[in-house]
């Protein structure tokens, strides 16, 4: 697993939600969040995607569970009421690069945390980030990026 420390500017966002348990179901929010991409010109080689889910499954029942998926879009993109809009907060991450596998993922999460607390840092309070770009979609990776802040 490659692993990178990132100051992550803050990113004006577009998204779609999907309310309730995590998984497969969240590929129906990402392609809603595509076709309004495509149809507004914002889906090509320089699109930023992100995967957010906002809650923890471990303390929220899984049928209240939210899951955005987002592009960065730019100040002069207008949005309509098809999506919803946010701002993402900067800051620093570390960027966790893993394959976009289920399996791959699974293991990452296991070693994610010990990775923090031995390069000194602490999750911050700010959401995890999954991050795509084409070139990683093309190649079958994302990025974890979990906020931190030191010790």
């Excluded at 699974?106 to 390069?119: D, G, M, S, T, V």
């Amino acid at each position: 697993m490659n692993i990178k420390v990132e100051t992550v500017p803050k990113y004006r966002i577009g998204y779609v939600r999907q309310v309730g348990p995590y998984g497969p179901v969240n590929i129906q929010a990402m392609e809603r969040l595509k076709t309004w991409a495509k149809e507004n010109n914002l889906l090509d080689e320089s699109a930023i995607m992100l995967g957010i889910p906002q809650d923890n499954p471990k303390t929220t029942i899984p049928e209240n569970c939210r899951y955005d998926a987002c592009i960065v879009i730019p100040d002069d993109c207008q949005i309509d009421s098809s999506i919803s809009e946010a701002e993402l907060p900067a800051g620093d991450y570390l960027i966790f690069k893993v394959k976009h596998t289920a399996e791959d993922i699974q293991k990452a999460w296991a070693e994610i945390l010990p990775a923090i607390q031995n390069r000194g840092y602490q999750i911050d309070d700010k959401p995890i980030i999954e991050r795509y770009s084409s070139e990683m979609i093309y190649n079958h990776f994302c990025e974890i990026c979990v906020p931190v802040k030191p010790l």
